[in-house]
């Protein structure tokens, strides 16, 4: 079961997810789970074996940076002056995800001080990637700012989010998105469209 934290809190606690990690079906099936911490704690009794991905180490890290800025000196040089002068951007980058953001980002010339503002300019480079890219009229200027119709979606999109966080749900339907994106179903790159069974 991939994501079980993506799962909703009843199908969590009730449902053939529930009975198959419990074993209640298919008695005699290995069941492997992936989540987050964060929902995996009720799994506890149930589990044989539990395997976290910690992040990169000291030298896997310096490893991916080197190999990633290769072409890049002075990029190099200026991530690793970022990381002495910003100490909190530093102790994100032993997340692999992190630090391939910030990499893309300093890569753009971009090096933000604090982790709101590298999600922010991570999110608004994938946009303004996106727009360009499906050749859709987005009114894009530099320092990235969108066109009043995509700067909409983004609220409502933002309040969708907001409200799937307070409701535990991460997995959202057609239903809860309201008519967001009707020229774009990727709503500017920021959703994936997956098919329920």
Do not use: W
């Amino acid at each position: 079961i991939d994501g079980f934290d993506e799962l909703s809190t009843e199908l969590r606690h009730k449902s053939f997810f529930r009975d198959l990690i419990e074993g209640d079906t298919l008695y005699n099936a290995r069941v492997v789970v992936t989540s987050r911490p964060s929902a995996s704690a009720c799994l506890h009794p149930y589990v044989q074996r539990r395997i976290e991905v910690l992040g990169f180490e000291k030298s896997s890290r310096e490893q991916y940076i080197t190999n990633a800025l290769k072409h890049s000196p002075e990029c190099l040089q200026r991530l690793q002056a970022h990381f002495q002068q910003y100490p909190n951007i530093d102790a994100l980058c032993y997340i692999p995800l992190n630090m391939a953001i910030i990499v893309y980002l300093c890569q753009l010339g971009s090096l933000p001080p604090t982790a709101t503002a590298m999600y922010d300019k991570f999110i608004k480079h994938t946009i303004c990637r996106h727009l360009s890219r499906a050749d859709l009229n987005a009114n894009i200027t530099k320092p990235v700012q969108f066109s009043p119709k995509v700067e909409n979606v983004l609220q409502k999109l933002q309040k969708v989010a907001f409200d799937g966080l307070l409701d535990d749900k991460l997995v959202f339907t057609v239903e809860d998105l309201p008519s967001l994106c009707k020229d774009d179903p990727t709503c500017y790159g920021l959703l994936q469209s997956t098919e329920c069974y």
